[in-house]
């Protein structure tokens, strides 16, 4: 009989303490997918940061003077698009893309408002550029701040700086993301032809400070260099450590297909994330 009782007492006290572990499981689980959920939101910061590039990109293709004369012609924006001084020999001239109350543009975002560029002739070496966002909205998303761009390129191949200062991302619940950021974008396709924006290659290569939206600070350094194609909306490859409030996150944006998944590895679990 006191066997009995002794191995009923066992028994009890061993699936207690399983479900005291199985909760405690749980429990981490649920915390490492808040933390997944806030990696997703930090990670967001790069993608404005490669939409950014982009159009600065081809606001530098408008302000060229050989094709200023176009600028109503082209197809590959829905905004509006203005270019002053039009005079081919005059810089810095400032880029004006007006969406208006909103339109579907050629990158596939529903797109509002303007975005101001202010540019030298930044296809040739230590020139500047420079984006600020007028009442702009992105796909539901405001931004506002301050992007510069350096171009650093050599015959070889396009280098471009880029810092970002007081970006502010705010959604339609208005909770909102600011950050700062140095990246540097260097090209390795496309160089030759170098007249076709759209087979252009980077490599991306930096660090973002951000503050999430939940208030805690935030740290994204890339390690393998970031795979960016003009003619891909989002970053396709390459991987680093986002540091939230000292829990380490390892991101990774896979083998090189061009959608909006991303891995977050947390405590050795894998998270999906959309970005």
């Given at each position: 009989m006191q066997?009995?009782?002794?191995?009923?007492?066992?028994?009890?006290?061993a699936t207690f303490a399983l479900t005291i572990i199985a909760c405690k499981k749980d429990a981490d689980t649920s915390a490492d997918q808040a933390s997944a959920n806030k990696a997703a939101e930090a990670m967001r910061s790069q993608l404005l940061i490669t939409s950014s590039f982009n159009i600065a990109q081809r606001g530098a293709t408008q302000a060229?003077?050989?094709?200023?004369?176009?600028?109503?012609?082209?197809?590959?924006?829905?905004?509006?698009?203005s270019v002053t001084p039009l005079d081919p020999a005059v810089f810095p001239k400032v880029v004006t893309v007006d969406f208006g109350t909103g339109c579907t543009d050629g990158d596939g975002k529903f797109k509002s408002g303007k975005f101001i560029?202010?540019?030298?002739?930044?296809?040739?070496?230590?020139?500047?550029?420079?984006?600020?966002?007028?009442?702009?909205v992105e796909d539901g998303v405001k931004l506002a701040g301050k992007f510069t761009f350096g171009n650093l390129s050599t015959v070889n191949a396009g280098i471009f700086t880029i810092v970002a200062q007081n970006v502010t991302v705010t959604n339609a619940t208005n909770a909102s993301i600011s950050y700062d950021a140095a990246e540097t974008?260097?090209?390795?396709?496309?160089?030759?032809?170098?007249?076709?924006?759209?087979?252009?290659?980077?490599?991306?290569?930096?660090?973002?400070?951000a503050i999430l939206s939940t208030g805690e600070f935030a740290n994204w350094t890339i390690q393998?260099?970031?795979?960016?194609?003009?003619?891909?909306?989002?970053?396709?490859?390459?991987?680093?450590?986002l540091d939230i409030n000292g829990l380490l996150i390892g991101i990774d944006y896979g083998s090189g297909s061009c959608d909006n998944q991303a891995?977050?590895?947390?405590?050795g679990q894998v998270f999906p994330i959309a970005l």
């Open positions: 066997k009995q009782i002794s191995f009923f007492l066992f028994l009890t006290i060229d003077g050989l094709l200023s004369s176009q600028v109503e012609d082209r197809t590959d924006t829905c905004g509006t698009l560029l202010t540019i030298g002739k930044i296809w040739e070496s230590n020139t500047e550029m420079s984006i600020q966002y007028d009442n702009y974008f260097t090209q390795v396709s496309g160089h030759p032809t170098w007249w076709d924006w759209s087979d252009d290659v980077y490599q991306i290569t930096g660090n973002i400070n393998t260099p970031l795979t960016k194609a003009n003619n891909c909306y989002w970053v396709s490859q390459g991987t680093g450590i891995t977050a590895t947390i405590n």
